[in-house]
């Protein structure tokens, strides 16, 4: 163990065994480091190290407290099992939510998609207006799959970034994540095999395994970690799973991210099993602690595992376009997305490059950060002052999701029906779980900036919230 996980280690003891209590100031980075012996930049890892945990936050110039209501555990299934789900049944239940949530006059923190105003960046749209001026960009049929050469290079350079050896031939360029994702289960199964996924998930998986007639097995959230890797273990001996699809960093709808040694242990057993992995990586450049948390991808040393991600959470997601790493399955990818979507936005990609190759992209990714965190942050605290005794936070340092627990014997369901009729859009835990037991939980947005509008949602939520607790 590093001398930085083991001083968060021995806090995390400390705040759970209830020697450290909600809201109780932590020594300063310097009083640490004259305590403990360890220099300052091991003390600030640690420390950094629990924030991300969501175990302890900080406040700007008055430094680092223990959390509060907001729960140090991720909820997770009362009785915690590898399940089959033999036959999915999800879709109807997602268009119908997608449809309620669409008119504008909806409040929207059922939203699965960041406050557009802090996306479609200036300068992106001006390119865009230069390149839609020139006739020429209209008649390129270059960027056919696997897309445009130049997006793809830089794509590539990307992962090399991050120590993941990557040529833009491993590369296709897709209709955004979903599409990616969509084209790499399609690509690595056939109607009636095993996949498995996490327990409460992106309900995009749960729909295109309804699609492609797959039978899904399920491990439930482990409440420290966020994965089980016994569980995950348990269920690769018990079924012939051919797939795996997950979500490790900044998780949709939850938002924990999963430590290195777990990844590490999980690329392990995929080897040993020799089982895929299908990565949904969508809010991999919305982490606000620290260095960007590795992918799986990093950890893959035998080409199991298919990269998906894209721009929509970063730049718009009108815009549709996004990646697999699909390195040996390029080519079965591209013969896919020739039967369906042909190619992504051409226009879209060369305006990419140009974005991209300018240095425009990562300037974007810093204020959108910190502007995501600061909102997220103001959500927060408002929730931790008002909401219900019984509730729960669980607020993690990424993405701008906050995901709050009611009490057992509140249906989220029945949450979002009475406040869609006040035009109001909340995400339930039905959304994202088919495990009965999992139905009291939330998902709310809170990339949008604290309005009159947004605050007047809150407190419907939460008024209505007591109500249904008496
Ligand atoms: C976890 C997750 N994966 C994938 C997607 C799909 O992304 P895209 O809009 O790029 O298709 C979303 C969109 O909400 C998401 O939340």
Same mark, same amino acid.
């Given at each position: 163990?590093?001398?930085?996980?083991?001083?968060?280690?021995?806090?995390?003891?400390?705040?759970?065994?209830?020697?450290?209590?909600?809201?109780?100031?932590?020594?300063?980075?310097?009083?640490?480091?004259?305590?403990?012996?360890?220099?300052?930049?091991?003390?600030?890892?640690?420390?950094?190290?629990?924030?991300?945990?969501?175990?302890?936050?900080?406040?700007?110039?008055?430094?680092?407290?223990?959390?509060?209501?907001?729960?140090?555990?991720?909820?997770?299934?009362?009785?915690?099992?590898?399940?089959?789900?033999?036959?999915?049944?999800?879709?109807?239940?997602?268009?119908?939510?997608?449809?309620?949530?669409?008119?504008?006059?909806?409040?929207?923190?059922?939203?699965?998609?960041?406050?557009?105003?802090?996306?479609?960046?200036?300068?992106?749209?001006?390119?865009?207006?230069?390149?839609?001026?020139?006739?020429?960009?209209?008649?390129?049929?270059?960027?056919?799959?696997?897309?445009?050469?130049?997006?793809?290079?830089?794509?590539?350079?990307?992962?090399?970034?991050?120590?993941?050896?990557?040529?833009?031939?491993?590369?296709?360029?897709?209709?955004?994540?979903?599409?990616?994702?969509?084209?790499?289960?399609?690509?690595?199964?056939?109607?009636?095999?095993?996949?498995?996924?996490?327990?409460?998930?992106?309900?995009?998986?749960?729909?295109?395994?309804?699609?492609?007639?797959?039978?899904?097995?399920?491990?439930?959230?482990?409440?420290?970690?966020?994965?089980?890797?016994?569980?995950?273990?348990?269920?690769?001996?018990?079924?012939?799973?051919?797939?795996?699809?997950?979500?490790?960093?900044?998780?949709?709808?939850?938002?924990?991210?999963?430590?290195?040694?777990?990844?590490?242990?999980?690329?392990?057993?995929?080897?040993?099993?020799?089982?895929?992995?299908?990565?949904?990586?969508?809010?991999?450049?919305?982490?606000?602690?620290?260095?960007?948390?590795?992918?799986?991808?990093?950890?893959?040393?035998?080409?199991?595992?298919?990269?998906?991600?894209?721009?929509?959470?970063?730049?718009?997601?009108?815009? @549709? !376009?996004?990646?697999?790493? &699909?390195?040996?399955?390029?080519?079965?990818?591209?013969?896919? %997305? $020739?039967?369906?979507?042909? *190619?992504?936005?051409?226009?879209?990609?060369?305006?990419?490059?140009?974005?991209?190759?300018?240095?425009?992209?990562?300037?974007?990714?810093?204020?959108?950060?910190?502007?995501?965190?600061?909102?997220?942050?103001?959500?927060?605290?408002?929730?931790?002052?008002?909401?219900?005794?019984?509730?729960?936070?669980?607020?993690?340092?990424?993405?701008?999701?906050?995901?709050?627990?009611?009490?057992?014997?509140?249906?989220?369901?029945?949450?979002?029906?009475?406040?869609?009729?006040?035009?109001?859009?909340?995400?339930?835990?039905?959304?994202?779980?088919?495990?009965?037991?999992?139905?009291?939980?939330? @998902? !709310?947005?809170?990339?949008? &900036?604290?309005?009159?509008?947004?605050?007047?949602?809150?407190? %419907? $939520?939460?008024?209505?919230? *007591?109500?249904?607790?008496?």
């Amino acid at each position: 163990m590093y001398k930085s996980e083991q001083l968060a280690y021995n806090i995390k003891q400390l705040i759970e065994n209830g020697s450290l209590k909600a809201n109780e100031k932590l020594p300063s980075l310097r009083d640490q480091v004259d305590r403990s012996g360890l220099s300052l930049m091991t003390v600030l890892n640690a420390y950094q190290e629990l924030e991300s945990q969501g175990l302890i936050y900080s406040i700007e110039k008055s430094g680092y407290f223990v959390a509060g209501i907001f729960s140090p555990l991720i909820p997770s299934n009362p009785n915690p099992t590898v399940a089959l789900n033999a036959k999915v049944k999800i879709n109807s239940l997602v268009f119908k939510y997608l449809k309620s949530i669409q008119p504008s006059e909806v409040v929207p923190l059922g939203s699965a998609f960041p406050n557009h105003q802090l996306l479609n960046p200036p300068k992106l749209i001006q390119i865009m207006g230069q390149l839609t001026r020139n006739r020429q960009n209209f008649e390129q049929n270059n960027n056919l799959p696997p897309g445009n050469f130049e997006l793809r290079k830089l794509i590539a350079q990307r992962y090399c970034m991050q120590g993941i050896p990557t040529q833009p031939d491993d590369i296709v360029i897709t209709s955004g994540c979903l599409d990616a994702l969509n084209l790499s289960l399609q690509a690595l199964t056939k109607a009636g095999d095993y996949i498995l996924l996490q327990e409460t998930i992106f309900y995009g998986a749960w729909q295109i395994a309804e699609r492609l007639g797959l039978k899904v097995v399920t491990i439930p959230e482990h409440p420290q970690e966020g994965f089980d890797i016994e569980a995950f273990e348990q269920a690769i001996q018990t079924y012939p799973i051919k797939v795996c699809w997950f979500m490790l960093n900044c998780h949709n709808p939850i938002g924990f991210t999963v430590n290195e040694k777990i990844k590490f242990q999980i690329a392990k057993l995929l080897h040993e099993y020799q089982i895929y992995l299908i990565e949904d990586d969508v809010y991999e450049e919305l982490f606000y602690r620290g260095t960007k948390p590795l992918s799986m991808k990093y950890f893959d040393q035998h080409n199991l595992v298919l990269h998906c991600s894209s721009f929509s959470k970063t730049l718009g997601s009108t815009f @549709r !376009i996004g990646w697999v790493y &699909a390195g040996k399955f390029s080519e079965h990818i591209q013969h896919l %997305q $020739l039967m369906s979507t042909i *190619s992504a936005n051409t226009l879209m990609q060369n305006a990419l490059v140009e974005f991209i190759s300018n240095h425009h992209y990562e300037k974007h990714l810093r204020v959108l950060r910190r502007n995501l965190e600061k909102n997220k942050r103001i959500f927060f605290e408002y929730f931790k002052k008002n909401l219900p005794a019984g509730c729960e936070i669980h607020n993690y340092a990424g993405g701008y999701f906050l995901w709050l627990t009611l009490p057992s014997h509140i249906s989220s369901m029945t949450l979002y029906e009475h406040l869609i009729q006040q035009n109001i859009g909340v995400a339930p835990s039905q959304l994202f779980n088919v495990q009965h037991a999992q139905k009291n939980h939330l @998902r !709310i947005n809170c990339s949008f &900036a604290w309005t009159k509008e947004i605050e007047m949602a809150v407190k %419907q $939520l939460i008024k209505y919230m *007591s109500k249904l607790q008496n």
